[in-house]
T-cell receptor
């Protein structure tokens, strides 16, 4: 299994541009998550999904959108990029939280800079 | 919603000493408390976790304790080694939701 994969690894955007961060998992996990990590800070939850077609806002959803059309994919969309969105973005997945295993598996991250 | 506070933000110890990191959470419905280790430029990786029906869990040199009444949990690392140097992240979650993380503790172990 490749686990959780993210593309791209790095990206530089200009203010006002848009982009989609891709996330795919091959572990058949129902739950998927997007976090951002600013320098010296913990992980802040942006959005999460408990299954295809279902998404929920996290702690910092403003400026982002998500969709979940398949179990495997959970893309994160940035519209009108702003410098405040400069961060490292981590995607994660897990089995249902009431089920047998609770561990969230993280992808390698996408380092985004908005200039 | 859930809020997780983590202390200290930085911790420096000598090799062989013990290290303790503490977290408090706000939502009494939270029932799962993991600890992640994140090395520089890498993804977070789970090192130990505990559910709300257990008070303590050990795995070799690391242990986690949970006090549900006070709503706090702690990570204990004994006989620290230089390779333990990293950022440690605590988190809390209730069923059906996502992990909410603390701000992290940067542990430095000097030899």
């Amino acid at each position: 299994n490749a686990g959780v994969t993210q593309t791209p690894k790095f990206r530089i955007l200009k203010i006002g541009q848009s982009m989609t961060l891709q996330c795919t998992q091959d572990m058949n996990h129902n739950y998927m998550y997007w976090y951002r990590q600013d320098p010296g800070m913990g992980l802040k939850l942006i959005y999460y999904s408990v299954g295809a077609g279902i998404t929920d806002k996290g702690e910092v959803p403003n400026g982002y959108n998500v969709s979940r059309s398949t179990t495997e994919d959970f893309p994160l969309r940035l519209e009108l990029a702003a410098p405040s969105q400069t961060s490292v973005y981590f995607c994660a997945s897990s089995y249902p939280t009431s089920g047998r295993a609770n561990e969230q598996f993280f992808g390698p991250g996408t380092r985004l800079t908005v200039l | 919603g859930e809020n997780v506070e983590q202390h200290p933000s930085t911790l420096s110890v000598q090799e062989g000493d013990s290290a303790v990191i503490k977290c408090t959470y706000s939502d009494s419905a939270s029932n799962y408390f993991p600890w992640y280790k994140q090395e520089l430029g890498k993804r977070p990786q789970l090192i130990i976790d505990i559910r709300s029906n257990v008070g303590e869990k050990k795995d070799q040199r690391i242990a986690v304790t949970l006090n549900k009444t006070a709503k706090h949990f702690s990570l204990h690392i004994t006989e620290t080694q230089p390779e333990d140097s990293a950022v440690y992240l605590c988190a809390a979650r209730q069923a059906g939701t996502a992990l909410i993380f603390g701000k992290g503790t940067t542990l430095s172990v000097s030899s």
